[in-house]
């Protein structure tokens, strides 16, 4: 029996309808019979298209508001037939089953019904059961059966078929089946993960996770690699929702810097002030508020030109003018933020290379999503570091407390501390970084790599003293000893904000007494690996 397959009779059951009418009029006039359901054979008869209802197939009316009306032997004997089994065959005839050679099925909406926050009940509704069972029996019985679940597909079946004079071929339909036990498969996931939240379950006996292909990369890493970007669903403000106006594809590390760079700038709340983050290998080389965006962007330079150079860099406001024609001085990567005005797109225009994302929101730093990291022959799963500490829950533990303003950046550094990779030493003064030591084996080194920048941009600044002079420290995990706080306090540090809870903490406040800093518990550590 030849592989290629005509397809003469399609039952046709969509939640969303987009394309709903053009196919339909592509089918029959190809001389295809039309079976559908409910609403999806009300939209195809007003539009003057013949079609039969599948109650009248089963004999069964629609029942339990619309729960049970596919599930039957003559749509599953239908889609699950093997046309070059006799016993099958036979036992069509005899039951007056009709073959289905394609079967057109998108969900219930229930990922963007939980999306918008509906109660239980609602969601439960909206939890398919008849389609899946469908698309299933199709994709398993592929070698005879066309299964479509994307809109996408809709022009390739009519291609395929065109081109097969009505036929389709096998690896078209093996594509359809792959495709189809994907979405099942991320349907459920999206159900079970649900329920999950609802029982507040922190480690479920099984945990499924899926996505929806939003790029193909030209690489991953490294040229060598091959890569590809999926989007979760979750509609979380950021580089995956983002329109890009502008520039080259993104590549992986792109799409990773950029993520890091959106999530930190996220932590600084536009309504109290314009912040930005620069960021280069998922680590920032330059944070800070100011009094306008320009103002936050050139603070943030200043604490690292060199590696700004080439760098992501992301804003908490819409990108204005200014800031526009400030940024396009050096090469940058991307520029990531929630809006920018026309003047802005027009400077960016003139940087062809240059990517702009624009995102029309904020990803909110406190609310609690599921983070996963594959290691081999597993993953592991943790809730997204969404700590927050404010100014009633800092421990002065020095005979000398930190004075108003240095609390302001002992807050501020805390939380770029947070996107730093530890070991984490950051430097902060007047609300912007002035040296950031990252992912060092020890807390001592990252004090050192911190001091050396700092000391580095103050002679480019053409200044006598580091910048790091009178700063407030973070430290993203305790001082293990007292080296690193001493390396700190040498490179400038005045004030001190680590989470504590060390063996060696009254020597490490001893030290610090001594040198006269201040210093506060926070209680909380951020480690970032």
Not at 97 to 115: K, Q, S
Not at 246 to 253: D, I, R, T, V, W
Not at 427 to 446: E, H, I, P
Request: hydrophobic share 45%; with cysteine; charged share 25%.
């Amino acid at each position: 029996m030849t592989d290629l397959h005509p397809v003469r009779r399609a039952l046709l059951s969509v939640s969303d309808k987009t394309g709903l009418i053009e196919l339909g009029q592509a089918l029959a006039a190809r001389g295809v019979e039309l079976l559908s359901t409910g609403g999806s054979a009300k939209a195809l008869r007003d539009a003057g298209l013949t079609v039969k209802d599948v109650s009248d197939v089963t004999g069964f009316p629609e029942m339990m508001d619309g729960r049970v009306k596919t599930l039957h032997p003559m749509v599953h004997g239908g889609l699950l037939a093997l046309r070059d089994n006799d016993t099958h065959v036979a036992a069509m005839n005899e039951h007056g089953i009709g073959a289905i050679d394609l079967l057109v099925v998108n969900l219930y909406p229930f990922e963007a019904t939980v999306a918008k926050g509906a109660d239980y009940d609602t969601c439960i509704e909206n939890i398919d059961i008849g389609g899946p069972a469908m698309i299933r029996a199709a994709a398993k019985n592929h070698a005879f059966v066309n299964v479509v679940v994307d809109v996408e597909d809709y022009e390739k079946l009519l291609g395929d078929m065109d081109q097969h004079d009505g036929a389709t071929c096998p690896r078209f339909r093996r594509k359809l089946a792959q495709k189809a036990y994907a979405r099942t498969a991320a349907y459920d996931a999206a159900v079970s993960n649900w329920l999950a939240g609802e029982l507040e379950l922190q480690a479920p006996k099984r945990r499924a996770f899926a996505g929806e292909l939003k790029q193909t990369l030209r690489y991953g890493e490294n040229s060598h690699q091959e890569a590809a970007f999926y989007t979760d669903g979750s509609n979380r403000p950021g580089v995956a929702t983002a329109v890009q106006l502008q520039g080259k594809e993104l590549s992986y590390n792109n799409i990773n810097d950029t993520d890091a760079a959106y999530e930190l700038v996220a932590e600084f709340d536009p309504s109290e002030s314009p912040a930005v983050a620069i960021i280069k290998h998922a680590n920032p080389c330059g944070v800070a508020k100011g009094a306008t965006l320009v103002e936050a962007y050139q603070k943030a330079f200043d604490c690292d030109r060199t590696s700004a150079f080439g760098g992501i860099v992301a804003l908490n406001q819409p990108l204005d003018a200014e800031t526009a024609a400030k940024i396009t001085e050096i090469f940058t990567e991307v520029v990531i933020a929630p809006g920018a005005s026309d003047e802005a797109q027009e400077i960016f225009a003139a940087k062809k290379n240059l990517r702009l994302l624009l995102t029309d929101g904020l990803p909110d730093p406190r609310k609690p999503i599921v983070a996963y990291k594959q290691v081999a022959g597993g993953m592991l799963v943790q809730d997204k570091d969404v700590g927050h500490v404010g100014m009633e829950d800092l421990k002065v533990v020095t005979e000398k407390a930190p004075s108003d303003a240095q609390m302001q950046d002992l807050l501020f550094a805390w939380k770029v501390a947070k996107h730093v990779k530890s070991n984490a030493i950051v430097y902060v003064k007047d609300n912007a970084t002035v040296g950031v030591g990252a992912g060092q084996m020890s807390r001592l080194d990252s004090a050192n790599v911190a001091a050396a920048k700092a000391g580095r941009m103050a002679a480019e600044l053409g200044l006598d003293e580091s910048l790091a002079k009178g700063c407030a420290v973070a430290s993203d995990a305790f001082f293990p000893f007292a080296d690193g706080l001493l390396e700190a306090a040498a490179a400038g540090g005045a004030c001190v904000i680590q989470p504590g809870g060390s063996m060696r903490d009254d020597e490490v406040i001893k030290a610090a007494n001594e040198k006269g800093l201040a210093m506060v518990f926070t209680g909380m550590r951020h480690f970032r690996h």
